[in-house]
């Protein structure tokens, strides 16, 4: 089994996610008491969403190239950045490494060509959202990405991100918010819906629509598993 290395933290909400659905696909595939062989490395999200803010990406990549790199030393055979909008310093990263980084978007991809869709609607942060870092990298293995509409509810769909989930306050008044955007993005003829930030399957679950909605933080943990077992 080889063992996986997780850059965390972004935010602690979701990375503890990562770490159950990774043990338990292990544990599901090899039966008994196995378990992921993992390494975290955990970094302060407050000093990179300061960074984001402030449009330092060179600093936030270095922060998690200095995460990767003690990953590697360590005996990691592969990296995972346990957040979709970070995966815009990969390239940063890389410089770092010699180990491959299993990217988030890459493994969404394959389970949205799996249903053989070619329309998505992406939901996540406003740099997920508006900037080209994630939407080209679907958009060079065939699938066109749509996003919402207004100004206005792009900074609802951020605000909810970091003022609430990231610091684990699930409302009902954001969920029901969300679930009309969703209605909202299919009826403007998105087949599937992308939840482009891996908190917001810990507000609403894709089993509670009848389209494909594929959770980032469940495919990427799925994969990294798979890879694992390799």
Not at 43 to 57: K, L, R, T
Not at 139 to 165: C, S, T
């Amino acid at each position: 089994m080889k063992t996986i290395g997780l850059i965390g933290g972004m935010s602690w909400e979701s990375s503890a996610e990562y770490y159950r659905i990774i043990n338990e696909e292990i544990k599901t595939a090899l039966g008994g008491l196995h378990s992921a062989k993992c390494i975290l490395s955990s970094v302060d999200f407050e000093e990179i969403v300061q960074c984001q803010a402030s449009g330092n990406w060179e600093k936030a990549g270095q922060i998690l190239a200095e995460a990767a790199l003690g990953l590697e030393k360590a005996g990691a055979h592969f990296i995972m950045i346990c957040t979709n909008t970070m995966h815009k310093v990969v390239p940063i990263i890389e410089q770092s490494i010699t180990i491959p980084i299993l990217h988030i978007a890459d493994a969404t991809a394959a389970e949205i060509k799996k249903k053989h869709i070619q329309k998505v609607a992406l939901l996540g942060t406003k740099y997920t959202m508006e900037q080209d870092f994630y939407k080209n990298r679907l958009f060079e293995q065939g699938i066109e990405v749509i996003i919402p509409a207004e100004e206005e509810q792009l900074i609802e769909v951020n605000r909810v991100i970091f003022e609430e989930l990231c610091l684990g306050d699930f409302q009902a008044s954001s969920k029901q918010y969300y679930k009309e955007l969703i209605a909202q993005l299919i009826e403007a003829g998105a087949q599937g819906i992308i939840f482009g930030c891996t908190e917001i399957g810990l507000l609403i679950k894709p089993e509670e629509f009848d389209f494909p909605v594929f959770d980032t933080t469940i495919v990427h943990a799925k994969k990294a598993a798979e890879m694992a077992l390799l």
